[in-house]
């Protein structure tokens, strides 16, 4: 069983319109990431979330740590060709130290 | 180019050969991770150092798997006896001290391929 799983796996959609990614866990974390990763590059940060609810916006994208900080979401809006990639949620959970624990992704492509 | 860097960027290898990765990261950084990557898939944690010490192993990881970091600076990751199954992108990471905003830059990866 994935500790973080993420929905949906894959997503294909037009330019200009609006998605969610959502990241759920039955555990609790310290804290959440969210990494974007392109075919042949390593993922790359995009936000860190820390407090419970909190929300963190980065241009058109809008992430939001669940209250119980046990899930994630991923807000795009008007969403970009060049937003194409492998969207990745991890966590660090607060019983297991400071080791950072992956989702299996969100494969999001944009079409023009 | 600062970055974590990753030596080879791909290797082509039989069965039953031994290969070794080497991951140069972030100079001033003490943390260092490998991480393995299959297709479709998020990362998987495999290993971390903190300066030269190896803090913690995957309890997945097979023992044909060793990662050094003997100076507190390179890390590398050998795997004996190669298997089909080891078939993956291999990611280090580096990151400065571990708080709960712990930043983790990835390198490109080392794509293996067992034949």
């Known amino acids: 069983t994935q500790l973080l799983e993420q929905s949906p796996q894959f997503l294909s959609i037009q330019e200009g319109e609006n998605l969610t990614v959502y990241c759920n866990s039955s555990?609790?974390?310290?804290?959440l990431q969210w990494y974007r990763q392109e075919p042949g590059e390593g993922p790359v940060l995009l936000v860190t979330?820390?407090?419970?609810?909190e929300v963190k916006k980065l241009k058109r994208l809008t992430f939001q740590f669940g209250d119980a900080r046990k899930d994630s979401s991923l807000h795009i809006t008007a969403a970009q060709p060049g937003d194409t990639g492998l969207y990745l949620c991890?966590?660090?959970?607060?019983?297991?130290?400071?080791?950072?624990?992956f989702g299996e992704g969100t494969q999001l492509t944009v079409n023009p | 180019d600062t970055g974590v860097s990753q030596d080879p960027r791909h290797k082509i290898t039989k069965r039953g050969q031994n290969v070794t990765f080497r991951c140069d990261p972030i100079?001033?950084?003490?943390?260092l991770y490998w991480y393995r990557q299959t297709l479709g898939q998020g990362p998987e944690f495999l290993t971390y150092?903190?300066?030269?010490?190896?803090?913690?192993k995957s309890r997945l990881l097979s023992d044909r798997f060793s990662a050094e970091r003997p100076k507190g600076s390179f890390s590398t990751l050998e795997i004996q006896r190669t298997e089909q199954g080891d078939s993956a992108m291999y990611l280090c990471?580096?990151?400065?001290?571990?708080?709960?905003?712990?930043?983790?830059?990835f390198g490109s990866g080392t794509q293996l391929s067992v034949l």
């Open positions: 100079s001033e950084h003490n943390r």
């Open positions: 991890a966590g660090v959970r607060e019983t297991s130290g400071s080791r950072l624990t």
């Open positions: 990471a580096s990151s400065l001290t571990a708080t709960t905003n712990e930043k983790l830059f």
């Open positions: 979330v820390v407090t419970g609810g």
């Open positions: 555990s609790v974390f310290s804290s």
């Open positions: 150092f903190q300066n030269e010490a190896q803090l913690e």
